[in-house]
């Protein structure tokens, strides 16, 4: 794997649940939300925000259903709004294409582990490990990712310490959820990375083209 550090690359095909919505503007850049989603072989569906520069559309077809083929990183920011989930989870588009061809949904990350792994176990008693992955960027900014690890492989991230740097391949999924706001029921969507396998850092996997 290259830049064994910190490593953040994440490839989607899914289908626009929606028209483009402008984002904000940075550097006299527009930047738009795209709503894709991705299918699992489950057959469940991930709803995942792609945030893109305007420039990056030139060209594609953007309508509902319209495919679309997605290479960046999931980057995160805290919403200080005191609406919706604090912590935002989005895919940073770096390319944009318009191609047919199975959902996929890769990622890779490298970082380090920057909260005490939590072991739990489902009602039906299937054994889940929470963590948070830090995976720096430049200018001395970081993302700060939830992750969750299932069976054998949870009790493997179970036994690591704050501080332990590791490389993990997965997916970006999407989850739906009720919480109760000043007595009342709102719906919303929490997004996390399923981690599928721990990868040593010396590999090198090519999840994006």
């Not at 095909?13 to 850049?29: D, E, F, K, T, Y």
């Not at 805290?78 to 990622?107: H, M, T, W, Y």
């Not at 992955?133 to 993302?143: E, I, M, P, Q, S």
């Not at 989850?175 to 929490?190: D, L």
């Amino acid at each position: 794997m290259q830049n064994n550090r910190n490593q953040n690359k994440i490839f989607l095909r899914g289908r626009l649940a929606g028209s483009p919505v402008p984002s904000h503007i940075n550097h006299a850049i527009q930047y738009v939300v795209l709503p894709l989603t991705v299918s699992r072989l489950s057959g469940a569906e991930d709803c995942l925000n792609v945030i893109a520069a305007e420039p990056l559309l030139e060209g594609l077809d953007l309508y509902k259903g319209a495919p679309l083929t997605v290479v960046g990183e999931v980057r995160t920011f805290n919403n200080r709004s005191g609406v919706g989930s604090k912590l935002v989870i989005s895919v940073f588009a770096k390319e944009l294409s318009q191609e047919e061809g199975p959902d996929e949904n890769r990622l890779i990350l490298s970082g380090t582990l920057c909260k005490a792994p939590s072991l739990r176990s489902t009602p039906l008693g299937r054994t889940i490990c929470d963590m948070i992955l830090a995976v720096n960027r430049r200018y001395g900014r970081a993302d700060y990712l939830p992750c969750i690890a299932w069976g054998s492989l949870a009790y493997h991230c179970g036994t690591m310490e704050v501080g332990h740097h590791f490389s993990l391949a997965g997916r970006l999924q999407s989850r739906r959820y009720t919480k109760q706001v000043e007595g009342h029921a709102q719906e919303r969507t929490a997004f996390e990375v399923s981690v599928m396998n721990l990868i040593p850092y010396e590999e090198e996997s090519p999840v994006c083209r």
